[in-house]
């Protein structure tokens, strides 16, 4: 996923890896091999601590992902880090223009 780092840069990270704000690690464990064989974990290797938020009414799956440690939310899209309570309006708006 795409995160923006605290110098406003954007890095690809996986989602068992570390928070940017706190450093915690999002690592839960390897997945069984013959749980990821039956496919139904796609291409992922590791549970995740890490929250995925949907937003009702703006798109139908996450939108936001938060840090269960530390609560810092970022975009799932474009990996902008979020205030408290705050959507990021880009990506707000867009969605709500494909859905009329």
């Not at 690809?12 to 999002?26: L, M, T």
């Amino acid at each position: 996923m795409l995160l923006e780092d605290p110098n406003g840069q954007l890095e690809w990270i996986e989602d068992w890896g570390f928070c940017p704000k706190c450093g915690a690690s999002w690592d839960a464990g390897l997945i069984p091999k013959m749980y990821i064989d039956r496919g139904h974990y796609g291409h992922s290797t590791h549970y995740s601590f890490l929250i995925g938020i949907e937003i009702q009414g703006v798109y139908d799956g996450v939108s936001v992902f938060q840090c269960p440690f530390c609560s810092q939310s970022w975009c799932r899209w474009c990996g902008k880090m979020l205030e408290e309570g705050e959507v990021h309006q880009p990506f707000h708006n867009s969605i709500m223009q494909q859905s009329v």
